[in-house]
């Protein structure tokens, strides 16, 4: 990154081209071709290899363990360029060597970076994950820089994209002001909730879709309260719930793929649906870190380029099923013409009505 005068605390500069290497890999902008800004946390990652979680007061050793992207925003940054549409970074970064690693990584995979912010106050966010052989993780993160993104300063990417993909990284006050700053221009707004740290209808209202786990789903519900009545395993009685706040609702449910609807007022047909996932042998799984966030990337992209509802969660279940067979996160995300390829092939599972529900979408009785 080139030098610049300390600037005052609390100011911002927008980021230049790290040298013409990076230049080089950022995509040239068409005004015709589909785009997403995803407004969320950028990290660097300290991934570390561990033989198994250690038991509280005890400690491991690691032998293996490596620097590469990390948070959501940037993760699903990273799988809408995989999924061949526009991605533009909206984030804020430090002023330090970190900041360099993250937004070469961000341009090497083909996501435009000409609008991420920088700051002196913070460093940039990082977090350390351990892996263990089986797949599972535990992550640590600190959120640095981007707890002071504002979401105003990318008020221009925004009103010019087809779609704002947002997370919950960010400080609750500006995970709400994307779904305002999304409605007042007519950009769709998709919100993977993830983690839950700020419910109101008005911002659940603003999501098509809203994007979210089981246990995602459940909180959401409680803090609307809008759960009495649902049983915590009842997918089709949560989803119709959700459905009279937002259009649309995916619930992603890891190994076992996910379910959706779209409100029959919005254009859906209110059928529950059940995407299953491709069957990945538990030897073939190396590390679920980042599955979820190609996920959401993938359904962004999708939908940005006009694809149906049905195709973007088709798309998106391949992507988070091929992210789980190689370490990290980005580094392992399938391209489209590999995404198109499965979903496309005899074995990947097709869609199915979730069972229990009826047309409109609700529990039978």
């Given at each position: 990154?080139?030098?610049h005068?300390?600037?005052?605390p609390?100011?911002?500069?927008t980021?230049?081209?790290?040298d013409?290497?990076?230049?080089?890999?950022?995509?040239?902008?068409?005004?015709?071709?589909?785009?997403?800004?995803i407004?969320?946390?950028i990290?660097?990652?300290?991934?570390?290899?561990v033989?198994?979680?250690?038991?509280?007061?005890?400690?491991?050793?690691?032998?293996?363990?490596?620097?590469?992207?990390?948070?959501?925003?940037?993760?699903?940054?990273?799988?809408?360029?995989?999924?061949?549409?526009?991605?533009?970074?909206?984030?804020?970064?430090?002023?330090?060597?970190a900041a360099?690693?993250?937004l070469?990584?961000?341009?090497?995979?083909?996501?435009d970076?000409?609008?991420v912010?920088?700051?002196?106050?913070?460093p940039?966010?990082?977090?350390?994950?351990?892996?263990?052989?089986?797949?599972?993780?535990?992550?640590?993160?600190?959120r640095?820089?981007?707890?002071?993104?504002?979401?105003?300063?990318?008020?221009?990417?925004?009103?010019?994209?087809?779609?704002?993909?947002?997370?919950?990284e960010?400080?609750?006050?500006?995970?709400?002001q994307?779904?305002m700053?999304?409605?007042?221009h007519?950009?769709?707004?998709?919100?993977?909730?993830?983690?839950?740290?700020?419910?109101?209808?008005?911002?659940?209202?603003?999501a098509?879709p809203?994007?979210?786990?089981?246990?995602?789903?459940w909180?959401v519900?409680?803090?609307?309260?809008?759960?009495?009545?649902?049983?915590?395993?009842?997918?089709?009685?949560?989803?119709?719930?959700?459905?009279?706040?937002?259009?649309?609702?995916?619930?992603?449910?890891?190994?076992?793929?996910?379910?959706?609807?779209?409100?029959?007022?919005?254009?859906?047909?209110?059928?529950?649906?059940?995407?299953?996932?491709?069957?990945?042998?538990?030897e073939?799984?190396?590390?679920t870190?980042?599955a979820?966030?190609?996920?959401?990337?993938?359904i962004?992209?999708?939908?940005?380029?006009?694809?149906?509802f049905?195709?973007?969660?088709?798309?998106?279940?391949?992507?988070?099923?091929?992210?789980?067979?190689?370490?990290?996160?980005?580094?392992?995300?399938?391209?489209?013409?590999?995404?198109?390829?499965?979903?496309?092939?005899?074995?990947?599972?097709?869609?199915?009505?979730?069972?229990?529900?009826?047309?409109?979408?609700?529990?039978?009785?």
């Amino acid at each position: 990154m080139q030098n610049h005068h300390r600037r005052r605390p609390g100011t911002h500069r927008t980021i230049q081209p790290i040298d013409a290497t990076v230049e080089r890999l950022m995509p040239d902008a068409d005004p015709g071709e589909p785009a997403v800004v995803i407004c969320g946390s950028i990290h660097q990652d300290t991934l570390a290899r561990v033989p198994e979680f250690p038991a509280p007061g005890e400690s491991a050793i690691v032998d293996d363990s490596s620097l590469s992207l990390g948070g959501k925003g940037a993760n699903q940054a990273s799988a809408v360029a995989h999924a061949d549409v526009r991605a533009i970074m909206a984030g804020t970064v430090g002023e330090d060597p970190a900041a360099d690693l993250v937004l070469a990584e961000l341009a090497a995979h083909g996501v435009d970076t000409h609008s991420v912010r920088t700051t002196w106050d913070e460093p940039t966010g990082s977090a350390y994950i351990a892996a263990t052989p089986d797949g599972h993780h535990m992550v640590f993160v600190t959120r640095g820089a981007n707890t002071v993104t504002e979401p105003t300063d990318f008020t221009d990417e925004i009103t010019g994209a087809d779609v704002l993909l947002a997370q919950g990284e960010l400080r609750p006050d500006a995970t709400e002001q994307l779904g305002m700053i999304a409605n007042l221009h007519g950009t769709r707004f998709i919100l993977n909730l993830a983690p839950v740290t700020v419910v109101t209808p008005t911002l659940i209202d603003s999501a098509d879709p809203l994007i979210v786990n089981a246990t995602e789903a459940w909180e959401v519900l409680r803090k609307l309260g809008a759960s009495e009545g649902i049983r915590r395993g009842d997918l089709a009685g949560q989803i119709d719930s959700l459905l009279q706040y937002c259009p649309s609702v995916v619930i992603s449910l890891g190994d076992e793929g996910s379910v959706y609807a779209r409100a029959v007022v919005d254009g859906g047909d209110g059928i529950v649906w059940h995407q299953p996932s491709l069957k990945v042998p538990a030897e073939d799984i190396v590390d679920t870190t980042g599955a979820g966030d190609a996920f959401a990337g993938t359904i962004a992209a999708e939908l940005a380029r006009g694809g149906s509802f049905e195709r973007a969660v088709a798309l998106g279940t391949a992507a988070g099923s091929l992210a789980v067979r190689s370490f990290g996160a980005t580094s392992s995300y399938a391209d489209y013409a590999t995404l198109q390829a499965t979903v496309a092939a005899d074995d990947f599972p097709a869609r199915r009505r979730l069972e229990g529900t009826t047309k409109t979408g609700t529990t039978k009785n």
